[in-house]
């Protein structure tokens, strides 16, 4: 398991930053290519090298992601607690994780057995990378 603790961090500031460095790496190549990949723009984020979290705990009961991880979460489970984050324990996270176990992670994809399928099926979690905010 991961553990990543972001602090005076901002999703929307990460994404412009990552696209003003890849606007400096082409600055003066006249062949570069226009279009930006999902993975040219992931190697330029804050989070380089770390595999993108695969549940994202809010607590305080908040309904929002508040600026946090905003590319990175994009197929992350959510579990979301009234346990205020000062008085989150092990006990609170082994609650997160059972509830995380129950789900069944598509990453955009259909459930199984549906008419429709898409390339990316529905498999269990390898690398448990909770985020709190």
């Known amino acids: 398991m991961v553990l990543c603790v972001a602090l005076n961090y901002g999703g929307r500031a990460e994404i412009v930053d ?22 040219q723009l992931s190697r330029h984020l804050y989070t380089d090298g770390l595999p993108d979290p695969d549940l994202l705990i809010r607590t305080s009961g908040e309904m929002r992601v508040s ?12 579990f979301v607690t009234e346990t205020l984050w000062p008085d989150f324990n092990r006990a609170r996270l082994l609650e997160a994780l059972l509830e995380f176990q129950k789900r069944e992670r598509r990453y955009g994809g259909i459930r199984e057995g549906s008419l429709l399928t898409r390339d990316r099926r529905a498999r269990p979690a390898t690398n448990l990378v909770p985020a709190y905010c």
């Open 18 to 39: 990552a696209m003003n460095a890849i606007l400096s790496e082409r600055n003066g190549h006249h062949g570069a290519s226009h279009k930006i990949t999902e993975e």
């Open 67 to 78: 600026n946090f991880l905003l590319w990175q979460i994009a197929y992350a489970e959510i």
